[in-house]
Nanobody
Framework: VQLQASGGGLVQAGGSLRLSCAASGRTFSSYSMGWFRQAPGKEREFVAAISYGGGNSYYADSVKGRHTISRDNAKNTVYLQMSSLRPEDTAVYYC?????????????????WGQGTQVTVSS
């Protein structure tokens, strides 16, 4: 599967952005999906994940209550709605797909990665 992330940009603290990740192929609903981020000089870290059917989701403590992951299997797309953004949310955001019905929270849990989209939050 090929993944294409979009929707990043520059936003002021407290603002919102919605990231999208479009997947190619006809088996999107067979993959659980995740969002990760990587800030300069830091390791890639887990943000959120969703099961293949969308019924289960999981968030990093740093974004819980502020960000929401969702998916539309008819459109082969997963979303990350980000609200109450903070400067520490600044990073390149990556979507990833896992060949499993259930999600993971580790980089090594995922089999396919998108190219990343930059999110910059100004204070």
């Amino acid at each position: 599967v090929q993944l294409q992330a979009s929707g990043g940009g520059l936003v002021q603290a407290g603002g919102s952005l919605r990231l999208s990740c479009a997947a190619s192929g006809r088996t999107f609903s067979s993959y659980s999906m995740g969002w990760f981020r990587q800030a300069p000089g830091k390791e890639r870290e887990f943000v959120a994940a969703i099961s293949y059917g969308g019924g289960n989701s999981y968030y990093a403590d740093s974004v819980k209550g502020r960000h929401t992951i969702s998916r539309d299997n008819a459109k082969n797309t997963v979303y990350l709605q980000m609200s109450s953004l903070r400067p520490e949310d600044t990073a390149v955001y990556y979507c990833a797909a896992r060949r499993s019905w259930f999600y993971g929270s580790l980089v090594d849990d995922y089999d396919y990665w998108g190219q990343g989209t930059q999110v910059t939050v100004s204070s």
